[in-house]
């Protein structure tokens, strides 16, 4: 029983000495932080092609599109560089089980405080093949597609337009100077609405 008693006193002790310990974190410290912290939904991308007439006739009516597409959602290479030496190289993907749902990032990467150039990239890895040409002469076909059928080719060939827009551009760099002093975390973050990366002072530190 007093074996029990020491040993349960000494693991109190350890206890109340470990939570006393003040870890180093963001805006603690002697270095300074970037902060990546953004939510977008990744594009799909998409091969597609014209269907024949004999084509469309094997399909059901409700399912019949001249303009036939098969895709994937993409996924982005992230890059991150202090001076040209690399603080972060990943691949970010949508989530779920598709990937495709928005991704977070959300990433705090510690810096030498001073004078720095910093480069963040996101880059889409998968790239889409040509796609068939709508402008090319299909009179045959712009008769058959005239009424329900082209009427539905339109509204899909829109739809693919807005996704398109909502999605994150495909390609985006950020490269600035800016001086890390430490303690200090610098936020970047995705402008949906310009579509392009910001970087601005974290105003919670």
């Known amino acids: ?115 720095r150039r910093l480069r963040l990239e996101l880059v889409r890895l998968d790239s889409t093949e040509a796609r068939a040409d709508e402008d090319d002469d299909h009179d045959d076909d712009d008769e058959s597609d005239e009424g329900v059928l082209g009427q539905r080719e339109r509204r899909e060939a829109d739809e693919r337009s807005r996704s398109t827009r909502a999605a994150i551009a495909p390609s985006l760099v950020l490269d600035t100077s800016v001086t890390m002093e430490p303690g200090k975390v610098l936020l970047v973050t995705y402008d949906a609405d310009m579509r392009r990366l910001v970087a601005v002072a974290d105003p919670s530190r």
């Open 1 to 115: 029983m007093v074996a029990g008693i020491i040993v349960g006193a000494a693991a109190l002790l350890l206890l109340q000495q470990a939570t006393a310990v003040n870890l180093p974190g963001p805006g603690r410290g002697g270095e300074a932080w970037v902060r990546l912290s953004w939510s977008a939904r990744p594009e799909r991308v998409e091969t597609c092609r014209r269907l024949t007439d004999a084509e469309l006739a094997d399909r059901p009516a409700h399912m019949r599109l001249r303009l036939e597409c098969t895709g994937r959602f993409a996924r982005y290479r992230l890059a991150v560089l202090s001076d040209g030496v690399p603080l972060a190289l990943d691949t970010v993907r949508g989530g779920g089980l598709r990937n495709d749902r928005p991704m977070h990032v959300l990433r705090e990467l510690a810096v030498e405080p001073g004078h």
